[in-house]
């Protein structure tokens, strides 16, 4: 009797037991931290842009024309013809560009990178004519005179700059110069060099963002301002026609030949690889 008492007493205590550990909480496994990936403009990337160019040259130019050639028996002497014509380098600008960017330090801090494009560009004008001086006047000479200007036109351009900014995160302020060449703004038959500089700031998006097309690890939105010089050596020409019945100076595309300037501001979509 003893022992089947004491074994009832033995079993009831090995359930309540086991119920007891069957209510404490179960040990989780501690979640894993994931952290979240800090954006850097280090890599490679290539994109499109567009925009508008606008003339930066002087409004008035001077041309020095040889005596004698160029005003047949009305001087031998030098002149120089003022005008107030213009370069009227003006129109659409749109291209392509490439480039590497290295960021110093991951989420804020030094970005310096190298960045070539070329642009087609929608500038030009018609031959004109516009008023202007001649100096010295001598002989039938008269002053002011009408001076007949060759159409002013550039069909292409690029540059290849490189680029220094400072990144707040997923936003890069930047300034940039170097190298530029193009057709010289004289007709489109030659080829000119000279030099750019300007700044602008970029904006990248989210990984998943809707223009991300190419699966890239960033696409960036720019707005950028250039200046833009090319370097022209004027070539005195023996083709300028002075027509006393008119008093109108028709001057060659050699003698007017100079720098052109112009300014480009244009917005850009970039594909960057690389680095997230």
Known sequence: MFKKLLLTT??????????SAADLPRRAAPPVFVPVPVFTWTGAYFGINAGY???????????????GSVLNSFTRTPVVVSTNGGNDLEGFVGGGQVGYNYQFT?????????????????FGNKSRTVTGTISPVAGALNSPVGVRVPGNEMNFFGTVRGRLGYAFDRVL?????????????????DFRTGYTAGGGFEYAMPTDSFFNFFKSSAVTLK??????????EGRAGNRSVFNPATNVLTLSRSVTARESEF??????????????
């Open 223 to 232: 707005v950028e301002g250039l200046y833009v010089n090319l370097e022209n």
């Open 173 to 189: 302020f930047y300034g940039t110069g170097g190298f530029a060449y193009g057709d010289g703004g004289t007709g489109g038959d």
């Open 53 to 67: 160019g606008f003339d930066a040259g002087s409004n008035s130019d001077r041309y020095a024309l040889p005596g």
């Open 263 to 276: 300014a480009v501001v244009r917005a850009g979509l970039n594909y960057k690889f690389g680095s997230y």
């Open 106 to 122: 991951p989420g804020s801090g030094v970005v310096v990178g190298l960045e070539a494009d070329a642009q087609y560009t929608d």
């Open 10 to 19: 033995a079993a009831t205590a090995l359930l309540a037991g086991a119920a």
